[in-house]
């Protein structure tokens, strides 16, 4: 399954606004950081956190979203 990159966030709470914005659409999501699944926030500072989709949703994911 091919994942694409719908967008990236530095603050992982706009990053699970996003996430529960496109699930609450029917489009399946994860997020990626480098943070130990939010346990070390601190370890992500300057690195983004990344909203992945599966790529046939990307369209769709950018749409609701409202991002050009």
């Known amino acids: 399954?091919?994942?694409?990159i719908v967008t990236t966030f530095l603050?992982?709470?706009e990053?699970?606004?996003?996430?529960g914005r496109l699930e609450s659409s029917?489009?399946?999501c994860s997020l990626?950081?480098?943070?130990?699944?939010?346990m070390e926030a601190g370890l992500s500072f300057g690195s983004a956190?990344?909203?992945?989709?599966k790529s046939a949703d990307l369209a769709k994911a950018?749409?609701?979203?409202?991002?050009k």
């Not at 950018?62 to 991002?67: A, N, Q």
């Open 1 to 4: 399954m091919n994942l694409d």
């Open 11 to 13: 603050n992982r709470h």
């Open 15 to 19: 990053a699970q606004l996003a996430k």
């Open 26 to 28: 029917g489009i399946e």
């Open 32 to 38: 990626s950081s480098d943070d130990c699944g939010g």
């Open 49 to 53: 956190i990344k909203l992945l989709v």
């Open 62 to 67: 950018k749409e609701v979203l409202e991002i």
